[in-house]
């Protein structure tokens, strides 16, 4: 409703002011104007905001398609001008139809959130594009006035409307400036808040073994550290990439009549820089494992450390934990230090080739002057420009840093993202063809990634009712095979068979039901006891609490004077 508002009540005003002023100005003011109402929906923090939006949208709307009809009314022969109108009215209203149809199939094709990303980079590349036609304007109408300055009868004529063209292309500047970091605060935003939804909705889809594969520190560190580089990634890095493949070519077309030599040289210069940083890129992909793991291990021994410090303490270890702690934050520094090596080695090469190019450009530029070819104004803009023309690479470089490191975190985000979470179940599996009572593993291996087989062709057998203990050294595959058992991981090879089944045909959730897991580590949450408990079966009874702390040997958890037994919730 608000966009016909603004669309019907503007068309009338439109046709008058486009009978006055040059349409294809015009027509391009309105273009300019409406990518900044799309970024402007990114924006929007309310429905008021939208609907304010939507009123100017349909404003610009009338006054742009106006101004193309009359546009082409212009062109259109005079005996067929009616034809042509209307078939110019058809390819309008077909475009209205088709362009909502199309976009639901792009969004159906590519999912609305990644669609949304691509939007955003695209919005965030325009802007920085508005922005550097901006620049361009300011400098060449700066030039332009200081090459004046040597004839005082043409500055006095020209101060004033230098002073006006300049404050205009400023205002545009800093308003495209103003609205392309809103975009890319938002975009950051909402990267973040998507993948840490993500992130957070995979961890929550893991069993206890898929939780255990990844690590919980893993799931930290590339919710929190991992996601916060990959934002800078999204917001800054990959616009900057499509706005210095762009903003080069611009700059070209702007330099060529005042010296193709020059606008070669610096289109050169600047295209060479983009194979450059690949092989930079390819250095920084070679640490990523290594950085990664020791962001893991750091982190892990640090959380491990603030868990158990009571213990530490008791047992006088805390020193020599803390020392290997900042040994393991040595080697994070290192591989910190491998990372900010490249990323400087690849800014003084950059640097060294922008300054050889805009230097080879100001002699060329010098040589002209002295034999009449180019003006001190050109020579202006060619000096100003080249620090344009570079702009775009130096905010590439600029975010170069963030940027691989946060390909390091996607890497990282990544495994997350591909961890199976199904645990597959056919009840016709065959039996155990030995029809055992118990417990039988029939040459089980399985290893973990990174690391040596845990467990290697083994094979045993449990019998019903027997009290067996698996002992041996640390890293023999004893919590593997308990692991296994629960089937927190399946093997890589072999066979399990539970009172003659075997264990993959029944759900995991069917398995741990008959069998009870005391791990290694248990959390006892903030609450009551009875809150704990209920954790194991929120519909529990009393009576069933009850039982399971007496066989626990945790009976003076209640009170014993109670005659009717219940549970205190304390």
């Known amino acids: 409703t608000c966009f016909q508002i603004g669309t019907v009540c503007t068309r009338p005003i439109a046709g008058r002011i486009i009978d006055g002023v040059n349409k294809q100005k015009l027509l391009l003011i309105s273009t300019v104007f409406f990518v900044l109402i799309m970024g402007g929906f990114l924006l929007a923090s309310n429905l008021h905001m939208v609907y304010g939006l939507r009123l100017v949208h349909g404003i610009v709307f009338a006054i742009g398609t106006t101004a193309s009809a009359a546009m082409a009314a212009l062109v259109l022969p005079a005996k067929r001008k009616g034809e042509g109108i209307g078939y110019f009215a058809v390819s309008g209203n077909m475009a209205m139809v088709i362009g909502p149809l199309v976009g639901l199939l792009i969004i159906g094709w590519f999912g609305s959130k990644m669609l949304f990303g691509f939007l955003c980079l695209l919005a965030i590349a325009a802007v920085s594009f508005l922005t550097l036609v901006g620049t361009t304007a300011l400098a060449e109408i ?90 800078a990634y999204f917001s800054s890095y990959l616009p900057s990439l499509i706005f210095s493949v762009i903003a080069p070519i611009y700059l070209f077309f702007h330099l060529k009549n005042i010296s193709l030599i020059v ?22 992909e070679a640490l990523r494992k290594t950085y990664w793991r020791s962001l893991d291990d750091m982190t892990g021994y640090y959380m491990d450390g603030l868990r158990g410090l009571t213990t530490l303490k008791l047992f006088d270890r805390d020193r020599e934990h803390s020392r290997v702690l900042g040994e393991k934050a040595d080697v994070l520094n290192k591989n910190i230090n491998a990372f900010m090596k490249i990323n400087f080695t690849s800014f003084l090469v950059t640097e060294l080739l922008i300054y050889a190019a805009i230097t080879v450009s100001l002699v060329i530029c010098i040589t002209g002057m002295r034999n009449g070819d180019i003006t001190i104004a050109q020579a202006l803009t060619v000096l100003m420009l080249s620090y344009s023309y570079f702009s775009a690479i130096r905010q590439l470089m600029s975010a170069s840093h963030s940027a691989l490191t946060a390909i390091s975190a996607a890497g990282k985000v990544e495994e997350i993202l591909q961890t199976d979470t199904s645990r597959p179940y056919n009840p016709e599996l065959p039996a155990d063809p030995e029809h055992f009572d118990g417990i039988r593993m029939e040459h089980v291996s399985y290893g973990y990634e990174g690391r040596s087989r845990a467990l290697q062709d083994v094979s045993l057998t449990i019998p019903r009712g027997s009290s067996v203990a698996l002992v041996g050294l640390s890293g023999c595959g004893k919590s593997t095979a308990a692991s296994l058992l629960m089937r927190f991981c399946d093997p ?7 009172e003659g089944k075997e264990y993959r045909s029944v759900t995991p959730q069917q398995l741990r039901t008959n069998i009870a897991m005391v791990p290694q580590q248990v959390n006892l949450f903030s609450g009551t006891i009875r809150e704990n408990l209920l954790l194991a079966d929120p519909d529990a009874k009393d009576a069933a609490l009850l039982e399971a702390l007496e066989e626990a040997g945790a009976e003076l958890v209640y009170i014993d004077s109670m005659q009717d037994k219940t549970l205190p919730a304390v």
């Open 142 to 231: 700066v030039s332009q006035f200081l090459g004046s300055l040597f004839e005082p009868q043409v500055v006095l004529s020209t101060v004033k409307s230098a002073v006006g063209a300049a404050f205009l292309a400023s205002v545009f500047t800093f308003l495209a400036q103003l609205v392309k970091g809103l975009i890319e605060y938002k975009t950051a935003a909402k990267a973040r808040s998507i993948m840490r939804k993500t992130i957070f909705s995979k961890v929550m889809e893991l069993d206890a073994g898929g939780i255990e594969k990844i690590g919980p520190t893993s799931a930290i560190t590339a919710a929190v550290d991992a996601v916060e580089q990959m934002q």
């Open 263 to 284: 606008a070669v040289l610096l289109l050169f210069v600047s295209l060479i820089l983009f194979p450059l940083h690949n092989v930079f890129r390819g250095k920084i």
């Open 492 to 498: 890589d090879q072999g066979t399990i068979f539970i």
